[in-house]
């Protein structure tokens, strides 16, 4: 009951403020209806003079008139017939009067007939100040600009003339060609009353609405009757324009009130038997209500707070850092070597290990700091008031090696660790986004710089991220105008036996419009990064075969990332761009790190596989310098390795010869063939042609030439030494 008489309650008041709308609602709409009614009225009664001023134009502009007004003595007969009489025919005038430009009467007219000048009296203390008012605006107005809404001036008022509510409207009698000239402000006057009988009112009801128009000297005292003043260009009363209004809100609210009281009442009635119901859920709902906002502020896997619960944490740090300039310690932790554990035993393994990290984590913080998971595998921890900046640099030490511990995960021990980045407050800011912007960027530097360790922001860390963005932007634009930025030079491949080119490696060379020639170490990296490898990788592959036409037999071989090879469109983009070139599947050589290759996924030795069988070879570069053993290499089923330039340059040395004849054994009792890069000197050439060698590449023989020398290079014979250059191309 306690939650239902309210409801109740509150219902009945619905109810009443209903009923009050309804009816407030009802009276505004017939305010509104009795304003749009004045509105309408005082409109008609302006237009109604504007319409007998036009009416006059019929016969005042006009140069006969002017000529017969000018007569001495006046033609009764032609003023009648169209200056008198033929007015009230034509535009329903009961008066008409002429006056001379000294404004006496010359003719008269009144109702269809002519009349002695002198009834003009009558009227004269209304129509004296009319042409008095006009004679003078006639001048100013011919003397500006002649250009006015009406082809002549003229002036109008409302006024009571004989007892009689009236329009009286005078306008000058002037030429319509120009040619009779008058003098301004000296020009015959045409005067026109019109009386405003009950027709007249009638009509303007039945036109706009106005249910029983009348006039009136007085307004009345019947209240269901609404009025308007009739007033003079002065703002004299002559009496009033009466009618009854339609009052729509008091129709309306007299059919809706009642259904609107039932429909009420049985709404109320619904509500009492649904908040009855209400009331006995209401127990499960707080329940329900304190649990989902427990779950929406913490994490479901380990009970720490969760991002939302970390946001509202650091803007209460920040707020209080700034009133009591106090330390505050932002760390962003990310797990090293997660991902193995997760492939390895199995996503189960995976949930335990961020349990026991969450523990290791509280466990190094005092229990007033914040340890939070972000998602995934990434917490932050806020350290609040710590002592100083070396306070803050012993825990972070003590959490990278407590991280490194063995985990005990289902009978197996598990070892990760862990990359730090911290952002400190006041110095790298108060504002929650930039200081969890700048602790997320030493946290990127900590695990370029080897992972397993901790790096505070500095203000160059900053400048290196925003040169990182620029060289995605610059890279995206280069993308976007590959045939004038980008370009692939190819290197030859001779064999050893004969010296013939067996094939060549497409390199890509990117000409920036700006720092001019950058090598592929400088933004392979950076098309990793921003997720642009694939785009680049695609168009070095279809550029390399589609200039791979011109040189039939010869071996074309691509450098291909792992992100690639993860690709499951791959081997199908693969198989298009062959197909549209024409070229054989043999032709191809798809070149891969041996450190890619080595942590790659499942994914990559699939993709591996469906090249082989398509027939596309595959080869190992850089060989020696990884962790890949040949076991690895025989699992990948790889066609060739490319023995690495840094062994190629030591093969003087003793140990240097040792290593590259154990590498060229191993690999020829394996059934791989060798392909030796970076052969910049003949003794080099020499020592690897006799150790086994089956194909060489480097400066000795050739430098990366464009696809337009590689064809006169096919037709020579094994080049003779050239020089070094000074410069990679």
């Known amino acids: 009951m306690r939650f239902t008489a309210p409801i109740v309650v509150a219902a009945l008041c619905i109810l009443v403020l209903m009923l009050g709308l309804l009816q407030w609602s009802g009276r505004e709409v017939d305010r509104i209806a009795r304003e749009r009614d004045r509105a309408i009225v005082s409109l008609v009664l302006a237009q109604s003079v504007e319409r007998v001023a036009h009416a006059q134009e019929s016969s005042t502009v006009w140069d006969e008139a002017v000529r017969q007004v000018r007569k001495t003595p006046l033609d009764p007969s032609w003023l009648d017939l169209n200056l008198g009489e033929w007015f009230e025919d034509y535009a329903g005038i009961d008066e008409v009067y002429i006056l001379d430009p000294r404004d006496r009467p010359i003719y008269a007219m009144r109702e269809g007939a002519r009349a002695a000048p002198e009834s003009y009296v009558a009227l004269e203390n209304v129509a004296a100040p009319l042409a008095k008012l006009l004679r003078a605006t006639r001048t100013v107005q011919k003397r500006s ?9 003229g002036q109008g008022d409302l006024a009571v003339v004989r007892g009689r509510p009236a329009i009286v409207s005078v306008k000058p009698i002037v030429s319509d060609s120009g040619g009779l000239k008058q003098a301004p402000g000296t020009e015959p006057l045409h ?3 019109v009386y405003l009988d009950d027709d007249f009112f009638a009509r303007v009801g039945r036109q706009y609405g106005l249910a029983d128009a009348h006039y009136a000297i007085a307004p009345g005292a019947d209240s269901n009757a609404r009025s308007v003043p009739l007033c003079d260009r002065h703002g004299g009363t002559i009496g009033y324009l009466v009618w009854k209004p339609f009052a729509p809100g008091r129709q309306v609210t007299a059919a809706l009130g009642p259904a609107l009281l039932v429909v009420l009442l049985l709404t109320t009635a619904v509500i009492y038997w649904l908040a009855s119901r209400l009331a006995r859920r209401t127990h499960d709902l707080e329940e329900s209500r304190l649990h989902a906002q427990h779950r929406a502020m913490h994490d479901e896997l380990t009970g720490l707070g969760n991002r939302a619960t970390f946001e509202q944490r650091l803007d209460e740090a920040l707020s209080r850092s700034r009133r009591h300039k106090t330390l505050l310690a932002l760390l962003y932790i990310d797990l090293d070597r997660f991902k193995q554990v997760n492939d390895t035993l199995g996503h189960p393994a995976g949930d335990a290990l961020i349990r ?24 932050a921890i806020l350290i609040g008031e710590p002592a100083d900046r070396q306070a803050v640099e012993r825990i972070c030490a003590r959490v990278v090696a407590e991280l490194e511990r063995p985990f005990d995960l289902a009978g197996s021990q598990a070892f990760i660790g862990a990359s730090i980045g911290v952002a400190l407050a006041p110095a790298d800011g108060l504002d929650r986004t930039e200081l969890t912007r700048k602790a997320d960027i030493a946290l990127y530097k900590a695990k370029t710089n ?11 860390m900053d400048h290196d991220v925003r040169s990182r963005e620029e060289s995605y932007r610059d890279l995206r634009l280069a993308l976007a105008d590959c045939e004038r930025q980008l370009r692939v030079h190819y290197q030859p491949i001779y064999a050893m036996d004969d010296g013939r080119m067996v094939g060549v490696e497409a390199l890509l060379r990117w000409k920036h419009p700006e720092h001019g020639l950058v090598g592929p170490a400088e933004f392979i990296r950076s098309a990793e990064e921003s997720g642009l490898i694939e785009v680049l990788g695609d168009w070095v592959l279809r550029r390399a075969v ?5 040189w039939p037999g010869l071996r074309v071989a691509v450098n291909v990332s792992p992100i690639q090879l993860r690709s499951r469109v791959f081997v199908d983009t693969v198989r298009q761009v062959l197909a549209e070139a024409g070229v054989e599947p043999e032709r191809l050589e798809l070149e891969m790190t041996e450190t890619a290759l080595m942590a790659a996924s499942g994914d990559v030795a699939r993709s591996l596989a469906e090249l082989r069988r398509l027939g596309v070879a595959c080869a190992l570069d850089d060989f020696g310098t990884g962790y890949s053993s040949l076991s690895h290499i025989r699992d990948f089923a790889v066609d060739r390795v490319k023995i690495d330039r840094s062994f190629v340059n030591v093969v003087n040395t003793v140990p240097g010869a040792a290593l590259v004849e154990a590498i060229v054994s191993l690999a020829r009792a394996n059934g791989l063939c060798l392909t030796a890069e970076g ?14 060698c089956h194909e060489v590449q480097g400066y000795l023989l050739s430098r990366p030439v464009p696809a337009s020398e590689v064809g006169r290079l096919l037709r020579g014979s094994r080049p003779e030494r050239e020089d070094r250059p000074s410069a990679l191309i």
């Open 450 to 460: 080897g992972r397993s360790r901790f790096c505070f922001f500095t203000p160059d």
């Open 191 to 193: 005067v026109a009353v």
């Open 546 to 550: 589609r200039d791979a036409r011109q």
């Open 356 to 379: 026991q990290v969450a523990r290791r984590l509280v466990a190094e913080v005092r229990g007033y700091d914040l340890v939070a998971r972000l998602g995934g595998d990434e917490f």
């Open 679 to 692: 052969v910049e000197e003949q003794e080099q050439y020499d020592f690897l042609r006799s150790v086994g």
């Open 145 to 153: 600009n002649g250009n006015l809404a009406m082809l002549s001036a």
